[in-house]
């Protein structure tokens, strides 16, 4: 057991504001680091709404820098003081009129690694992110953490395998998946895709997704979040449809390596065979 990671994932429903939303986030991280927690996930664009249900130009104010804006500073002190590692998806400014929707990783110790930023932006109705972000640029960074490599992909990036693989050749162990995904259309995929993708490339995967309905749109978030093991299957139980919940799991590293032995799917690949699908 020398070699396992206890890892958490909070979902959570609208608040009300964004001061109560990052304070109802900090409590639930405390609550996991009671519980032994190493490192922990938010939800997508943690701290506010889920505004991309609507088109509304007031909520480019909300954005601010990663690093050295606040919340960002608030994370980093307070991983530091629980001594755990942070995955905090925020909106982020780069410059006036320069906008991403990123993740920032924080080490346990309260440094600042890096971010992500989200890949794959859609455009459709009661999804209207391209109004809001401009896709990432920063490719599929994966950090050195105290818990070990970790990536990050954000919501509608999972229905794209490119970014999953490259986490992967790129040594991640864990892969977080920070979400604001709604009953409909999508929905039978949240325990397939991500499940599919932790077997694929045979690493862990922790999915996040918030829960409830947000005064800006009919969107009902159905949380379920969970941990995914590297042959893709869920490591405990799934978390509440409805509900806030923070949930705690031993992800075991070693089996990592047990399965890419077993399957060895990265030893059987053919790059020289896939040109094709990057020539348009």
Known sequence: ??????????????????????EAHVARAREAATE???????QELFNGPYFCQVQDDS????????????????????????????VLPLYEEEQPGVLYNTAAVIDADGT????????????????????????GNLGYPVFETAVGKVGVYICYDRHFPEGWRALGLGGAQIVFNPSATSRGLSA??????????????????????????????????????????????FVGEV??????????????????GEVRNQWAFYRDRRPDAYNSLVAG
């Not at 978390?239 to 949930?247: M, R």
Request: with cysteine; hydrophobic share 40%; proline share 5%.
């Open 1 to 22: 057991m020398d070699n396992v990671v206890r890892a958490a994932l909070v979902q959570q429903s609208w608040t009300g504001d964004a001061d109560s939303m990052v």
């Open 112 to 135: 600042y690694l890096g971010k992500y930023r989200k890949t794959h932006i859609p455009q459709v109705k009661g999804f209207w992110e391209k109004y809001y972000f401009r896709p």
């Open 239 to 256: 978390a509440s449809d409805s509900e806030p919940e923070v949930i705690v799991r031993d992800l075991d590293l070693d089996l990592i």
């Open 59 to 86: 909520f480019y104010a909300t954005a601010e820098a990663v690093p050295g804006g606040p919340t960002t500073q608030l994370a980093c002190e307070l991983a530091a003081e629980l001594g755990m590692v942070m």
């Open 188 to 233: 039978y995929l949240w325990k397939l895709e991500q499940t599919a993708s932790a077997a694929a490339n045979m690493y862990y995967v922790g999915a996040i997704n918030r829960v409830g309905v947000e005064p800006l749109g009919a969107n009902d978030f159905y949380g379920t979040s969970y941990f995914a093991n590297p042959r893709g299957q």
């Open 36 to 42: 032994g927690a190493q490192v922990i996930c938010f």
